[in-house]
C-alpha cells in the first residue's frame, strides 16, 4: 500500500506563491503516475496537474497553466506542486494521488493523500 503524506498548504495573499510536497512512501508500477487534485467546498473535485516518477509530458487544467508547475525529486520520493501567481478562485483542499496512468481523471488514481488545504486571500 502506497502512503502519500502532503505537506506546504497554508494561508497566501493573491498574486503570492506556495510549493506543496507529497512524500510517498514507495515507488512501484501502481503508481507510476502522480497527479494533484483540488476540492473546494460545494464544488467536485478537479484535476490539477499529473505527469509519472519517470519523466515525460506534463498535464495541467486550464485554469493552472502558466502558473503551476508540477516536478518530482525521485531520490525523496516526493513530488510537488509549485503555485504561482494564486488567485483566490485556487483556494482548495489540495489532494496528492498515485495510480498506474498518467490521466486527468480521479478515479484512475488508487492512492491519495490526506490533502493540505490551501486559502488565497483577496
Known amino acids: 500500500q502506497v502512503q502519500l503524506v502532503e505537506s506546504g498548504g497554508g494561508l497566501v495573499q493573491a498574486g503570492g506563491s506556495l510549493r506543496l510536497s507529497c512524500a510517498a512512501s514507495e515507488r512501484t508500477l501502481s503508481s507510476h503516475a502522480l497527479g494533484w487534485f483540488r476540492q473546494a467546498p460545494g464544488k467536485e473535485r478537479e484535476f490539477v496537474a499529473s505527469?509519472?516518477?519517470?519523466?515525460?509530458?506534463?498535464y495541467y487544467a486550464d485554469s493552472v497553466k502558466g502558473r503551476f508547475t508540477i516536478s518530482t525529486d525521485n531520490a525523496k520520493n516526493t513530488v510537488y506542486l509549485q503555485m504561482n501567481s494564486l488567485k483566490p478562485e485556487d483556494t482548495a483542499l489540495y489532494y496528492c494521488?498515485?495510480?498506474?496512468?498518467?490521466?486527468?481523471?480521479?478515479?484512475?488514481?488508487?492512492?491519495w493523500g490526506q490533502g493540505t488545504q490551501v486559502t488565497v486571500s483577496s
Open positions: 505527469l509519472s516518477w519517470t519523466g515525460g509530458r506534463q
Open positions: 494521488a498515485a495510480g498506474p496512468v498518467v490521466t486527468t481523471t480521479p478515479g484512475t488514481y488508487r492512492y
